[in-house]
């Protein structure tokens, strides 16, 4: 992927199948689709960690390999009684930060990240009106079943958030990179990453639809096993 600058994958730790889907690329550069990720990071007694989720083997895009969680932006994810549940960031400042003034706006994209993410490893980043975090889904199997209805399309994420008794603090969510897909990849996503940091010992679920693995790792650990 490519953004403002370049970086540089060993062959060696590209996932598998991934230099076949590109040796014979399309002749006109597919348009990509806006996307959002979002890492999520998190506090121990060893340091900070962050959340890694491993694609199916059987995905249609970089199969087997180790993500943040994060996905398309949907058009559900600007609509104005879901942006009424999000507190210390509005459409203005949303746009601001990422630059952006086209569609989709750029306030969709953070809850794109945001609700991957709890559709992904069940970890939703929220407040309850307590101001405490929410469980997550492998600690609490009704969170769990918001998740499931979500994913299924049953919900949207505003009727998620409001079944779960949650809103989002925006501030605790950084914008922190634009990266897009290189030309030759016949699938391109225009992404836009985030992070957020969750409790202590948050768990999250593996959905077996899309991911194999959830794995926390150190940053340093990420970078020489990965």
């Given at each position: 992927?490519s953004?403002?600058?370049?970086f540089?994958?060993p062959f060696r730790?590209?996932?598998?199948?991934?230099a076949?889907?590109?040796?014979?690329?399309?002749?006109v550069p597919?348009?990509?689709v806006?996307?959002?990720t979002?890492?999520l990071l998190?506090d121990?007694?060893?340091?900070l960690?962050?959340?890694?989720m491993r694609?199916?083997?059987k995905?249609g895009f970089?199969?087997?390999?180790?993500v943040?969680?994060?996905?398309?932006v949907?058009?559900?994810?600007?609509?104005?009684?879901?942006?009424s549940l999000?507190?210390?960031?509005d459409r203005?400042?949303?746009?601001?930060?990422?630059?952006?003034?086209e569609?989709?706006p750029?306030i969709a994209y953070?809850?794109?990240a945001?609700?991957?993410?709890?559709e992904e490893?069940?970890?939703?980043?929220?407040?309850?009106?307590?101001?405490?975090?929410?469980?997550t889904?492998?600690?609490?199997s009704?969170?769990?079943?918001?998740?499931?209805?979500?994913?299924r399309?049953?919900?949207?994420?505003?009727e998620a958030l409001?079944?779960?008794?949650c809103r989002i603090?925006?501030?605790k969510?950084e914008?922190?990179?634009?990266?897009i897909t290189p030309?030759?990849?016949?699938?391109r996503?225009?992404?836009r990453?985030?992070?957020?940091?969750v409790?202590?010992g948050?768990?999250?679920?593996?959905?077996r639809?899309?991911?194999t693995?959830?794995l926390?790792?150190?940053?340093q650990?990420?970078l020489?096993?990965l």
């Amino acid at each position: 992927m490519s953004g403002s600058g370049e970086f540089v994958i060993p062959f060696r730790n590209l996932p598998a199948g991934f230099a076949e889907t590109i040796a014979d690329p399309p002749t006109v550069p597919v348009t990509p689709v806006p996307a959002a990720t979002i890492v999520l990071l998190r506090d121990e007694e060893a340091g900070l960690e962050l959340l890694l989720m491993r694609r199916s083997p059987k995905s249609g895009f970089v199969p087997g390999a180790y993500v943040f969680p994060g996905g398309r932006v949907d058009k559900p994810d600007s609509l104005p009684e879901l942006v009424s549940l999000l507190d210390n960031l509005d459409r203005d400042s949303a746009e601001k930060r990422l630059g952006k003034s086209e569609e989709p706006p750029a306030i969709a994209y953070y809850f794109a990240a945001l609700r991957e993410a709890f559709e992904e490893t069940g970890i939703l980043i929220g407040v309850q009106k307590d101001g405490s975090a929410p469980a997550t889904a492998a600690e609490d199997s009704s969170v769990d079943e918001i998740r499931d209805a979500l994913m299924r399309e049953r919900i949207n994420f505003h009727e998620a958030l409001q079944q779960l008794g949650c809103r989002i603090t925006g501030d605790k969510v950084e914008y922190i990179a634009h990266w897009i897909t290189p030309e030759p990849e016949p699938r391109r996503y225009d992404t836009r990453f985030f992070a957020a940091k969750v409790h202590s010992g948050a768990t999250p679920i593996v959905d077996r639809r899309e991911m194999t693995e959830a794995l926390w790792i150190s940053p340093q650990a990420a970078l020489t096993r990965l």
